[in-house]
């Protein structure tokens, strides 16, 4: 099973930017697809933002044109880059980690790290 660390959480205030790093284990990164999700106190986990095998990256209608999802192989890092953030993504965000296509899914990934808050402002 891989282990996931995401980093980068914190309070900014609206319109400000933050960006989100998901550390994988092992020497399979490059092999899955990687996912960023969210939750907000008292709201269900929803899809945020993933990345395929080969790059292929998928949003929410939500946060499309605001944030962007990346990965970095040789580092076994993907990250959400969060700009004009609003005070609605505030939640806890988590990175995980499926054998696949880039599912919105959340039931779709089996590996899930622990989470980072990001707290938003107005």
């Known amino acids: 099973q891989v282990q996931l660390v995401e980093s980068g959480g914190g309070l900014v205030q609206a319109g400000g930017s933050l960006r989100l790093s998901c550390v994988a284990s092992?020497?399979?990164?490059?092999?899955?697809?990687m996912g960023w999700f969210r939750q907000a106190p008292g709201k269900e986990r929803e899809f945020v933002a993933s990345?395929?095998?080969?790059?292929?990256?998928y949003y929410a209608d939500s946060v499309k044109g605001r944030f962007t999802i990346s990965r970095d192989n040789a580092k076994n890092t993907v990250y959400l880059q969060m700009n004009s953030l609003k005070p609605e993504d505030t939640a806890v965000y988590s990175c995980a980690a499926r054998n696949g296509w880039a599912s919105m899914k959340t039931d779709a990934y089996a590996n899930w790290g622990q989470g980072t808050q990001v707290t938003v402002s107005s």
């Open positions: 092992g020497r399979t990164f490059s092999s899955v697809a």
């Open positions: 990345i395929s095998q080969t790059g292929t990256t």
